[in-house]
């Protein structure tokens, strides 16, 4: 499955194929021989993604939300949101849990610019890690 990818100004084919986690090969095989000119502010097509956004962890006794978040270098509360947790829940051994893999954001009640504003994102970063944006209250933005 292909998704048509717009690059950013300065982006090379190297800085794609790192962040969707490709080649610089596979890029050329499914676009040709992109020359500088017709790379630049264009458009490409790009493989979509097979690599989750999270990684299952499995619950042992002694754990606790603070335990793995800190763990995994994450906030308690993105664990607890992502998981449908409230903090007062109990988590028992055996358990999964969804860590993500890699920085998300979780809204609240605000726009696209103050989600820019905490982030330091540019609004087309956003919009294009995020392609059905919809900002509702506690919806998980990637970045």
Do not use: C, W
């Amino acid at each position: 499955m292909y998704q048509v990818y717009k690059v950013l100004p300065n982006e090379t084919i190297e800085d794609i194929a790192k962040k969707i986690g490709s080649t610089v090969e596979e890029l050329y095989r499914l676009n040709g021989e992109l020359s500088n000119s017709s790379f630049e502010n264009g458009y490409i097509i790009i493989p979509v993604s097979k690599k989750s956004l999270y990684e299952t962890y499995i619950i042992q006794k002694g754990d606790t939300i603070y335990s793995i978040a800190k763990n995994y270098s994450v906030s308690p509360e993105i664990l607890l949101s992502l998981n449908g947790l409230d903090k007062n829940d109990y988590i028992y051994p055996g358990e999964q849990l969804l860590i993500p893999k890699e920085n998300i954001y979780i809204t609240k009640e605000e726009s696209i610019n103050d989600i820019h504003n905490k982030t330091g994102l540019s609004l087309e970063e956003i919009v294009l890690n995020n392609k059905d944006l919809i900002v509702f209250p506690n919806q998980i933005i990637r970045y």
